[in-house]
């Protein structure tokens, strides 16, 4: 089973996790986090289309720009604790436009003992 279909399967059957762990060789991995990150802020649309990088909606412009409310994407290395706090105190509060809130954090093996203890 591919990794687009368990995707499906979690999200359409209503079993999707607070939490995805992408692994992989290179930007691979964080590419592919990044567009499904876009795909779960839209309202509905085909799972395959997550893995397009020429989209031009409004959504995927303002995560691209890092203005869109119900994301954020870390990608410092490491990642320290203040980028972990910000990140929980964005998620005690519910989304403002889009269904769901979604973060992705890049280099977490990098991560400091603190924040990873966070």
Known sequence: MGPLMILSK???GGGLPHALLFTGQGSEKSNAALGFGKWLLHRGGNLEDFAK???ICDICARVDAGSHPDFLLLDRSPIPIDDI???KAKFYVSALVAPRKVAVLN???NMHLAA???
């Open 10 to 12: 979690l999200t359409y």
């Open 53 to 55: 990088e020429d989209c």
């Open 85 to 87: 706090r910000e990140l």
């Open 107 to 109: 280099n977490i093996e």
């Open 116 to 118: 990873a203890n966070s």
